[in-house]
């Protein structure tokens, strides 16, 4: 591997851009024209214009990202998260065309992204899995079946779903037909495949998930856990490592069974395996995540381990030497998303007029962003990320409440204001929350 074309942009191709240099690989970015003044573009070895601004003209175009690889003379493609990440297909296309794709197997990609096939096949390695039905759900009467026998409340899942779309929660007997449809139709809409399948639903649920890097060739290890459960509408807005629920015999348990699944499928490349916690600490499957994801920087704070540096390594062909690593510390990352937190966290794009990021021990910021950069309103919102380390979760709060105090974002609505509220939150602070932190959570504008 010498060239790597980053199929993204934003804040994770210049990461990713970053690890390449420093490995003494080149690189290539490719940007639609409203990205043409973003930093990855201008930090790149090369640069290639691949549509217009629409994702489906450009991000999403397989052929234009092959065309950009082979005009270039790239021999490998790195997907980033969100995009072509895990899509089988475009993996697949990239192995046709000699491009090592920097991920998965096209077979293991479209294993995972079936969330019902995921779940059986995770049931057989041992992994613990939320009590549900066996696949598919074929009809509605059978759903109806399911959920009595398991018993209510109950989650209807789209089964080839993901950020919280094609999903909704069955309190009572009497909704089921309704809130059924209602995922059927939104996943048939969102991913053209209405199928769905039927999980017990856990009460006060915590979302952790654990970081993965395997081979290919059964040898995987894992780099501890990350806590998830800050989320609105599905969509994380906060992480951190390691979660203040754990403990080490559940680190270990939760570990353990995250390797013994991936194992199982000879998993190749970064990955998250998911799981929801009980009041318990009772931890079932939940989803798998074919991918680097967004908030890996806080695992590399508390490891010391350059993930993108690892996944490369394997698609290089190196094998994976499982150790134990010690967790140093506490790491956390707020997402800044240029929204507006007082009008529902709706998207404000705009031009940047004013942009301080934070420093000093211990901070760190990922972002494509800067003073005059002009936010398109055709992607994701999110502009950076704040990293914090401390050696304790305490230490660490503060080191983001100045952090935070220190971000200047002029020009555009973002999410610092709710960040810093977030800080202050006595159940936050402590430690004591669940995935429905947010429905009770009050956003107050700053005066």
Aim: aromatic fraction near 6%.
């Amino acid at each position: 591997m010498k060239k790597v074309l980053i199929a993204n942009r934003g804040e994770i191709a210049l990461r990713i851009i970053r690890t390449c240099h420093e490995m003494g690989l080149r690189t290539v970015a490719v940007y639609s024209t409203a990205d043409a003044d973003s930093l990855h573009v201008r930090f790149a070895d090369e640069a290639v214009c691949i549509g217009p601004p629409a994702s489906g003209e450009s991000y999403l175009r397989p052929d234009r990202l092959i065309a950009a690889a082979e005009v270039t003379g790239a021999d490998a493609v790195h997907p980033g998260y969100g995009f072509l990440s895990e899509n089988a297909e475009f993996s697949q296309i990239c192995s046709d065309h000699d491009l090592t794709f920097i991920g998965p197997s096209p077979e293991t990609i479209r294993l995972m992204g079936e969330k019902s096939r995921a779940k059986e096949t995770m049931a057989e390695a041992g992994v613990p899995v939320v009590p549900g039905s066996d696949g598919i759900v074929a009809s509605m009467d059978e759903g109806k079946r399911i959920a009595d026998e398991i018993g209510y409340p109950v989650m209807v899942k789209a089964s080839a779903g993901g950020g919280g779309r094609g999903m909704r929660l069955v309190h009572k007997a009497e909704d089921f037909e309704q809130l059924y449809e209602g995922a059927r139709s939104e996943a048939d809409a969102a991913f053209g495949n209405p199928a769905i399948y039927i999980e017990k639903c856990v009460v006060q649920p915590r979302h952790i998930e654990i970081q993965l890097v395997g081979d290919g060739q059964g040898n995987v290890m894992h780099y501890g856990e990350r806590e998830c459960s800050i989320q609105r509408r599905h969509q994380k807005l906060l992480e951190e490592a390691p979660s203040p629920v754990m403990d080490e015999d559940l680190r270990h348990r939760m570990g353990e069974a995250a390797i013994r699944g991936a194992s199982s499928i000879n998993y190749e490349g970064a990955g998250t395996i998911e799981f929801l916690v009980d009041a318990e600490k009772n931890f079932y499957f939940m989803e798998m995540n074919t991918r680097i994801q967004v908030e890996h920087p806080v695992t590399e704070e508390v490891t010391g381990c350059d993930l993108i540096e690892h996944q490369i390594r394997v698609a290089m062909g190196e094998t994976v030497t499982r150790t134990e690593l010690p967790i140093n510390g506490h790491s956390i990352e707020c997402r800044i998303n240029a929204e507006d937190p007082a009008r529902k966290f709706s998207p404000s794009p705009g031009t940047i007029t004013a942009f301080h990021q934070p420093g000093g021990l211990g901070v760190r910021v990922d972002t494509h962003a800067y003073t005059g950069y002009r936010i398109p309103p055709n992607y994701d919102s999110m502009i950076a990320k704040l990293i914090v380390h401390g050696d304790t979760r305490e230490r660490a709060i503060r080191r983001m409440k100045r952090a935070l105090d220190e971000f200047v974002i002029e020009g555009v609505k973002t999410t610092i204001p709710f960040h810093q509220q977030l800080m202050e939150n006595a159940d936050f602070q402590a430690g004591t929350f669940d995935t429905q932190f947010m429905e009770s959570f009050t956003y107050t504008p700053p005066e």
